[in-house]
């Protein structure tokens, strides 16, 4: 399921330059809503925009230039989408918008004649954005310059994408309509770009696709080569892991977190732990295949902190189905929880199953599921205090340096103020109890 969050990086009219015989210089303003992979894309913009020549800007009534890398993944993050290319036009009237991501894909004709949207662009042709949007662009004349993630999204982790669509077919997402097939990119192109980053001072990298488990199904190739690669070719500190298909995770895979650098974090989406409803979902494997994979896991890396992903009210989804799915959740323990109602997204084949869980029920299963799971957090947490671990100081809270998190993916929230210099850096970190309403941890930076 897709997270919201938004990049404001930023196009009046085009302003022709014939000295230059393109485009003059723009002020680009870059924004998105969904999943981590939107925030990948967004980056890499940033990045091929700036060799361009061109100005980021985090203020959408400064831009020349607007791109919005939409999602789709719900009727809630459609609405979402509309709402927010409405406010960019009304902020600035006179850029030129660009619209991209899944919703723009899905109803190109809805953005362009309804939402004021000079161009649409498709997800097959992301890779190509700046040059569809300045065909004239030309890198090359311009210093590279590869910075820190922090000066486009204000993390201090970046995002990779390692590839896109997938070739599964669960019949909640439309994502799979939206980004087609799946596509990996060169182990080598994504070695050098992580090194690239690791020497603009990043020390996390995050790998992120459709269907990241999938890399290399297209080729010659696999995850398991891929992190091994990373690993050998690069001395980034934390390497992690974005949302994994439980059926795509070999022993290859669990084999190389006894590198250290790997983190011990998986997000395995479980969606739920009745049978029938898997079946329904079209989700492969099932119950027990679930506690085994999770057994193995648990096994080959002690201590890894393992999160899910749960879909409440699934159309014929009984209270039978419902109490498998909570007791599953509690036989496992998970460290957190995604949990969703269900909501019926047009072009899905789950729009159409018959027996749909009324809307209360829906939500009340979600309800419990989500209190289960803040107990189930809150336990995870406590069980940390007085343990130094190793954080990487992200943004945030006093002073702008808030915390970060535990190579487990525990949020740490600092008990007193860090120096700037210390952000993007990874420190030794007392934990200390918890914070936040026990959602997070309190530490303390050790000298």
Request: aromatic share 6%.
């Amino acid at each position: 399921m897709a997270v919201a969050g938004w990049l404001r990086v930023g196009y009046y009219p085009p302003r022709y330059n014939p000295h230059l015989d393109r485009l003059s210089t723009m002020r680009v303003h870059l924004q998105m809503l969904g999943c981590r992979l939107n925030e990948a894309e967004l980056q890499c913009w940033a990045r091929d925009f700036t060799d361009a020549g061109h100005t980021l800007v985090r203020d959408c009534g400064e831009a020349d230039l607007v791109v919005f890398n939409t999602c789709a993944v719900t009727a809630e993050a459609v609405r979402k989408s509309r709402q927010q290319i409405r406010r960019a036009r009304r902020r600035s009237p006179t850029s030129r918008l660009v619209v991209t991501g899944c919703y723009g894909t899905l109803e190109p004709a809805e953005a362009a004649a309804l939402l004021g949207v000079d161009q649409v662009i498709d997800n097959c042709d992301k890779d190509r954005l700046v040059s569809l949007v300045d065909p004239a662009a030309n890198p090359a004349r311009y210093p590279r310059r590869i910075e820190p993630p922090r000066l486009v999204r204000g993390r201090d982790r970046a995002f990779i994408k390692v590839q896109d669509g997938c070739r599964y077919r669960c019949t909640y997402c439309i994502v799979t309509l939206a980004r087609g097939e799946e596509r990996s990119r060169p182990i080598p192109e994504l070695v050098a770009e992580a090194n690239a980053l690791h020497a603009a001072g990043v020390n996390e990298v995050v790998l992120t696709g459709v269907h990241v488990g999938g890399y290399g199904s297209d080729g010659d190739s696999s995850l398991a080569a891929l992190v091994a690669a990373l690993l050998a070719d690069t001395d980034l500190p934390r390497l992690r892991l974005a949302s994994l298909e439980p059926w795509a995770l070999p022993d290859t895979l669990l084999e190389l977190f006894a590198s250290g650098r790997l983190m011990p974090h998986l997000h395995l989406p479980m969606q739920s732990g009745s049978d029938a409803v898997l079946r329904r979902m079209a989700r492969r494997g099932g119950r027990e295949g679930f506690l085994r994979l999770v057994e193995r896991v648990q096994a080959a890396v002690p201590g890894i902190n393992l999160t899910t992903d749960v879909i409440a009210g699934f159309p014929g989804e009984s209270a039978t189905d419902w109490r498998r799915t909570v007791d599953l959740v509690e036989q496992v323990g998970f460290g957190d929880l995604h949990v969703f109602p269900f909501s019926p997204r047009a072009g899905t084949r789950a729009a159409e199953l018959s027996n749909p869980v009324p809307e209360a029920d829906r939500t009340a299963r979600a309800q419990e599921l989500i209190a289960v799971g803040a107990r189930l957090r809150r336990r995870h947490l406590e069980a940390q205090a007085g343990r130094t671990a190793e954080v990487l100081i992200e943004g945030g809270g006093r002073d702008g340096i808030g915390g970060g998190y535990t190579p487990d993916y525990l949020r740490v929230t600092l008990d007193q103020p860090a120096t700037v210099t210390q952000r993007g850096t990874i420190r030794e970190v007392r934990l200390l109890g918890l914070a936040d309403g026990g959602r997070s941890l309190r530490g303390q930076l050790l000298p």
